[in-house]
């Protein structure tokens, strides 16, 4: 897709896949996307349009996880409490994989939202070894208009092009 095509689908994409890393396991756990409004006031929560669209984001990830790469996707909501205290897991430093690992995940897949003004979003998506917490993928993209169609590719087009853009290794 062009950057011009890009544009017009409503997100301009931007990220890097961090290419060599093996991922032969068979079970993530996908937390819910977060979201990162640097603007709002501290304690401030979420938009229902946007915890709406953070819900949808999540589900299109796990989604294509589950159907695309194979994986088995563990249910993170037994440590919804250890995520709300820890968290937001974008910012704790790791402890997405210690609560992954606790889960029996092999992987621990985190993602968050970076909201940049009213119609500009990035989109942030890490993959990471829940043993030992190291980073094996990851990517990024701009979303240029709020609607649920346009964050809803914004996600598809990051698993298909960063996080999946090369066969995981022992699901070729």
């Given at each position: 897709m062009s950057l011009r095509a890009a544009t017009?689908?409503?997100?301009?994409?931007?990220?890097?896949?961090?290419p060599?890393?093996?991922?032969a396991a068979e079970k993530a756990a996908v937390f819910p996307?977060?979201?990162?409004?640097?603007?709002?006031?501290?304690?401030?929560?979420?938009?229902?349009?946007?915890?709406?669209?953070?819900?949808?984001v999540t589900d299109e990830l796990r989604k294509a996880l589950?159907?695309?790469?194979?994986?088995?996707?563990?249910d993170t909501t037994p440590k919804a409490d250890t995520v709300a205290k820890d968290g937001p897991l974008y910012k704790c430093n790791g402890c997405a994989a210690d609560i992954g690992k606790s889960l029996g995940a092999d992987l621990v897949?985190?993602?968050?939202?970076?909201?940049g003004s009213g119609q500009i979003f990035n989109l942030n998506v890490t993959i990471a070894e829940a043993e030992t917490g190291k980073v094996v993928r990851g990517g990024q993209v701009t979303i240029r208009a709020d609607t649920d169609d346009t964050w809803a590719h914004a996600m598809r087009w990051v698993v298909?092009?960063?996080?999946?853009?090369?066969p995981l290794p022992g699901k070729s």
């Open positions: 017009a689908c409503g997100f301009v994409a931007l990220g890097a896949t961090l060599g890393a093996a991922l996307v977060e979201l990162f409004d640097p603007g709002a006031s501290y304690g401030a929560r979420a938009r229902p349009a946007d915890t709406k669209k953070l819900t949808l589950h159907d695309q790469a194979g994986l088995d996707i563990v897949v985190t993602g968050y939202v970076e909201k298909k092009n960063r996080l999946l853009a090369e």
